[in-house]
């Protein structure tokens, strides 16, 4: 009988902890979204009164930002992919040597925290940067164009700042392909691009959903570069989330919460029902 | 697609090619024709630029001096996709992802042919798989994925089929079953089959014609029987087989036969199995021609006087001695154990004997261990 549990055993410190900092606040969150202020009590003083319209009224109030940070971290991810795909390739296949010096390059940015890279972005593009003033003398942007405080500033940043999560998905599983398979296409009459279409990118699926995922789904609830980087027409839902929970108010923020929840969990369940592979899930 | 080189037919013929890394000559001036409709055979040694001159032939690697012709066509530069050339790579580099129908399928697919279904069932039926058409590679063994393989390169019906080690990867029994079955398979296609192989046998089975490659280059090229009977370099006289090279001079002829001293014992050997540029030669004679007789028994023949056996392995089918000679060589002697005499003792005095028609002459600078010592090799290597 001992062989029988020693499986859940192990499972114990895992599980522990996941109730602890997972379950537990998850419910404490979804007992707060339907909670209202107690009338006459102090500012962040809550009470149960099953308030379910406070999903609706905060779902109509911020549609926009919804709609905004869903499409700002496609983009953010679909930039991702197209910068990281040739940068994973080439280090599986063309980098020899360097191999592993590169990939130490590609984590290299994590040894600066997020924030601080973000500000450093906020700085590159701002009006005391270099970008700007040379744009400018080569007459590539108007005297007025700013490239803070845009749309374009918020997606690049994320992409930037997600692209490690990116690129190591995308490189363990491009390395994994036998380079021989990519010489029998070519030996079966495929040229470089059909062999890219029929060989090689299926064989990568796997790093792709990966990649994507990992992503995506932080992107989605980013603030911090729509905070830094982005103007008044940029907010994310995360702004929204998090100045409401400085105001406070906890129902409102809990609910867009379970809400932003809700939307990722539907559109990666779709995702990966479309593009997934064996491999992941 | 459809340019002249992808409908290109004929003889391959390799010209003064040479392929260099840096310093290092895989391939070094190699010429070479392999006929339409034959089953050739590169055999060599583990970094003998084997692998190099067929990936060359393949489209994979770039000649860095030379040409290719396929009939009257030039493929030197040509890209792999244009060739009308397939290739069953070593460990099959089959596509994962796709089933077997549709990896066989992938070659006429690019092509655009038509009725797919037809011409992949029928290769199916000829490597006998029909049934695992909708399975992944992983699901198959070995052997299923080496007939695989084999079997998605000649759906193509290319003008020459290329074969890398492919059979290095299967254990000795199925290995011996392939053989027989690729044989069979290149006489019922019809195809030019050129074969990249490290294993003397694997050659001798299954090709009409061998070249034995070293340091890039060919040493010699022949039938399996030339090759075994009249080795012309030492490299070939240990590579293929094994053999008996005793040291000597040329003294002497009588008719159509050569008069050799070998430590003060006359030996006749054949004019035609002479390679010798002047008279210092060595003496070659394969280890299952000498026949052992003790010391009274008359003999005829060559004959070597004085020899003392110094270890017998009993192995089944034979019996293999050696046999230490006066002037201080072993000599291997296998005997067939067709004739229920005891084999000879530990020990025991004898003379060996062999007709002279079995012996070959090398040149007497060549090294006499040339080709003995090569190592089992990594077959991932090259």
């Not at chain 1, 930037?160 to 995308?170: A, G, I, K, Q, R």
């Not at chain 2, 198959?140 to 080496?146: A, E, K, T, V």
């Not at chain 2, 590579?239 to 008719?255: A, H, R």
Request: overall charge negative; some cysteine; glycine content about 8%.
């Amino acid at each position: 009988m001992k062989k029988i549990r020693t499986p859940y055993l192990l499972l114990l410190p895992g599980f522990a902890f996941l109730l602890t900092f997972f379950i537990f606040p998850i419910l404490s969150l979804a007992q707060v979204s339907t909670a209202t202020p107690i009338s006459g009590g102090d500012i962040g003083e809550f009470e149960q009164t099953f308030r379910f319209s406070n999903y609706l009224e905060a779902f109509l109030d911020n549609r926009e930002h919804f709609g905004r940070s869903l499409i700002y971290a496609v983009l953010a991810t679909l930039i991702a992919l197209l910068i990281s795909y040739p940068l994973a390739y080439a280090l599986a296949f063309k980098s020899g040597k360097y191999k592993n010096a590169l990939l130490v390059l590609v984590v290299a940015p994590f040894f600066t925290s997020f924030l601080l890279r973000t500000v450093a972005w906020k700085q590159i593009l701002g009006e005391e940067g270099f970008v700007v003033p040379t744009l400018r003398t080569l007459g590539l942007i108007s005297e007025s164009t700013t490239l803070t405080s845009t749309a374009g500033a918020v997606v690049l940043g994320m992409a930037y700042n997600f692209l490690p999560f990116m690129t190591l998905p995308l490189y363990a599983s491009i390395d994994r392909i036998d380079p021989r398979t990519l010489e029998a296409s070519g030996d079966l009459y495929a040229n470089g691009f059909t062999t890219f279409r029929r060989v090689t990118l299926p064989l990568s699926m796997p790093g792709v959903v990966a990649g994507t995922l990992l992503t995506f789904i932080p992107a989605a609830g980013d603030y911090v570069n729509a905070e830094l980087l982005g103007g008044p027409n940029n907010t994310m839902i995360g702004n929204v989330i998090q100045s409401r929970f400085l105001i406070p108010d906890y129902p409102t923020t809990s609910a867009l919460s379970f809400m932003l929840m809700a939307a990722i969990l539907i559109i990666v369940t779709i995702y990966i029902r479309k593009a997934g592979t064996d491999e992941v899930v | 697609m459809s340019d002249s080189a992808n409908s290109a037919r004929g003889d391959l013929k390799l010209t003064r090619v040479t392929k260099s890394y840096g310093d290092f000559t895989a391939v070094d001036d190699l010429s070479l024709t392999i006929p339409e409709g034959s089953f050739f055979a590169l055999l060599g040694p583990s970094g003998c630029g084997k692998t190099t001159t067929l990936r060359m032939v393949a489209g994979l690697e770039e000649p860095t001096v030379g040409s290719i012709h396929l009939g009257s066509t030039d493929i030197t530069f040509t890209k792999p996709y244009q060739r009308p050339i397939n290739t069953v790579f070593q460990n099959y580099a089959l596509f994962p992802h796709l089933t077997i129908f549709e990896n066989i399928a992938f070659g006429l697919r690019r092509r655009g042919i038509k009725d797919v279904d037809e011409a992949v069932n029928k290769v199916l039926g000829l490597v006998e798989l029909p049934h695992l058409a909708q399975r992944k590679p992983t699901q198959l063994s070995g052997g299923q994925q080496q007939r695989i393989a084999l079997a998605r390169a000649i759906v193509n019906r290319p003008a020459l089929l290329l074969l890398d080690e492919p059979l290095g990867a299967l254990d000795l029994k199925l290995r011996r079953q392939m053989q027989i079955e690729l044989k069979w398979i290149q006489k019922e296609v019809g195809l030019t089959f050129v074969h990249v192989t490290h294993d003397q046998e694997e050659a001798m089975t299954m090709a009409d014609t061998i070249a034995v490659m070293n340091e890039g280059k060919i040493e010699q090229m022949g039938s399996p029987a030339d090759l075994y009977d009249n080795p012309k370099t030492a490299f070939v006289a240990n590579f293929l087989g094994q053999s008996n090279l005793i040291k000597g001079s040329l003294v002497g002829t009588d008719g159509d036969s050569l008069v050799a001293d070998l430590f003060g014992q006359k030996i006749a050997l054949p004019r035609s199995r002479s390679h010798a540029a002047d008279s210092s030669i060595f003496a070659g004679i394969r280890p299952e021609k000498f026949r052992i007789s003790l010391l009274q028994t008359p003999t005829s023949g060559n004959v070597l006087t004085g020899g003392k056996i110094e270890d017998v392995s009993y192995i089944g089918v034979s019996t293999q001695y050696q046999v230490m000679m006066p002037w201080g060589q072993e000599l291997m002697v296998f005997e067939q154990n067709d004739d229920g005499v005891a084999p000879f003792q530990i020990g025991d005095a004898v003379n060996i004997s062999w007709e002279p028609i079995f012996t070959f002459a090398l040149r007497g600078d060549e090294d006499a261990e040339a080709g003995t010592e090569v190592i089992p090799e990594d077959l991932d290597e090259e």
